[in-house]
């Protein structure tokens, strides 16, 4: 029997993600009406914006025909266009939820939302009852093989079927998967990390350990064909970590050219992927994407990029913004392992160098530990999408006074550090324009909780002191 006038609404159900719809059905003398599937509306009620790509109805003639119990690698969204049926739902992840089962009816009047994972059954309760559903992957045998299945009659689940199953229509293979015990549960979607090698590649494969981290020898940005080996629909996040650092080697002909090819077109490929695939996209930006003008830069500034390396940053941020889900963290002086500014300077001390270093450039620096942890927060905190500056915290200073500071720390003499000027250092050499100001306002990450640490602090840290 269909219920008429009921308001939207949503219910929770003991399996996380798996979620009861009340739809609004209206009828009169002719029949009825419904909107099975709203997006507005239902994300207004709490439903996720899954990107249905299918739709499948399943025709069952008799009464008591059973189907399941199926765990399928995608979302999907249940409903019944004519009839009734008494559904089974067993959470078939990985996670302390594994195992949990949920029943109800559904008719006309009333759907659920299955999250990835959770195995589905189902047992009409009355003839010619017409089952439809929406899935946000297209179905395919290599997507089928990583289907996850549970018997229906598994004594650990209980499920209390309204029509024994000795009596009801079932098929010899439903008949014939395993109990929960022999069940291997789907593992979450994973995230993938492209240009694993480098210094922010390292920070977050070790910060992210069950990711996939690919290298610049496994997987070229810049490289279509690349993208066909990756089984996308194993991942929910990519992380790019790939890109072309060289800031005075991109004003040649030849570094503009490799400049272009992986911060723009590598970063186009991916941004394609990830909207495809319904992936979060999370891309690592740069101050060079200013002028350097503003004395602090927040990220509703526009961008006015001086050379090429700021302008293919710039170009890079334009096109991830057209992801739906992405994440763009603008971040400044950057140090990892491997060669950068604080280990030469290190090294310099060492050796008796007494170097001259330049001193009106202003910022901030950024180690690739705490800008990892920054990412992986706000994956974490589901923050909203959108653009987030990220740096170390502390009064800004210019590269000179960090030079001393290595120094200092060191245990060498901060007065061997000489400053000079931008123009002065770079005189006579091929060198591109740098921003004058790199400073980057904190405000809007510091709000989702994520408190980086003092540069002081991340500097003595780095250097063992």
């Not at 929770?12 to 979620?19: C, Q």
């Not at 490929?269 to 060079?288: C, K, N, R, T």
Request: proline share 5%; hydrophobic share 40%.
């Amino acid at each position: 029997m269909v219920e008429f006038s009921k308001e939207l609404s949503v219910e929770e159900t003991p399996i996380p993600g798996l979620v009861v719809v009340r739809l609004p059905v209206h009828g009169d003398n002719r029949g009825w009406f419904k909107e099975n599937w709203q997006r507005q509306k239902m994300m207004k009620v709490g439903l996720p914006d899954f990107g249905p790509v299918q739709n499948n109805v399943s025709f069952n003639d008799a009464k008591g025909t059973t189907r399941g119990i199926h765990a399928e690698p995608w979302d999907k969204y249940v409903s019944v266009a004519t009839g009734r049926i008494f559904g089974a739902w067993v959470d078939l992840r990985e996670g302390d939820s594994f195992g949990q089962v949920f029943t109800t009816e559904l008719g006309p009047s009333v759907a659920i939302f299955v999250p990835r994972g959770v195995g589905n059954s189902y047992q009409t309760l009355e003839e010619d009852t017409a089952y439809t559903y929406l899935v946000n992957d297209h179905w395919s045998a290599d997507a089928a093989a990583k289907y996850t299945f549970l018997n229906l009659a598994d004594e650990t689940a209980g499920i209390d079927w309204p029509i024994a199953l000795d009596v009801a229509e079932l098929s010899d293979k439903d008949k014939a998967h395993p109990r929960l015990a022999d069940v291997v549960p789907l593992p979450p979607k994973r995230t993938l990390i492209v240009g694993a090698s480098g210094q922010l590649g390292l920070a977050l494969a070790a910060s992210l350990p069950d990711a996939t981290a690919l290298t610049r020898t496994n997987f070229d940005v810049t490289n279509a064909a690349d993208y066909e080996a990756i089984a996308w629909e194993d991942f929910d996040t990519v992380i790019n970590a790939s890109a072309y650092t060289n800031v005075d080697g991109a004003e040649t002909a030849e570094g503009r050219r490799a400049a272009w090819a992986v911060n723009v077109h590598g970063v186009s490929l991916l941004a394609s992927a990830a909207s495809q695939h319904d992936l979060q996209l999370v891309h690592v930006s740069s101050d060079y994407v200013f002028d350097g003008e503003l004395s602090v830069h927040d990220e509703d500034e526009g961008v006015s990029p001086l050379g090429v390396y700021g302008q293919t940053k710039a170009a890079a941020d334009a096109i991830v913004q057209t992801v739906p889900r992405h994440y763009i963290l603008r971040t400044s002086w950057v140090i990892g392992e491997g060669a950068n500014f604080a280990r030469t300077m290190a090294n310099l001390a060492a050796k008796g160098v007494n170097p001259s270093v330049v001193d009106d450039q202003i910022g901030r620096l950024t180690f690739t530990e705490d800008l990892a942890a920054g990412i992986v927060h706000l994956l974490t905190v589901k923050a909203a999408y959108g653009t987030y500056n990220l740096s170390n915290t502390g009064e800004p200073s210019t590269w000179a006074d960090i030079a001393r500071r290595v120094f200092e720390i060191t245990g060498h003499d901060p007065a061997r550090v000489s400053g000079v000027s931008t123009a002065e250092y770079f005189k006579g050499k091929a060198a591109a324009p740098r921003p004058r100001n790199s400073t980057l306002d904190l405000t809007k990450i510091t709000a989702t909780g994520f408190e980086p640490r003092s540069g002081e602090a991340a500097l003595i840290a780095y250097l063992g002191a």
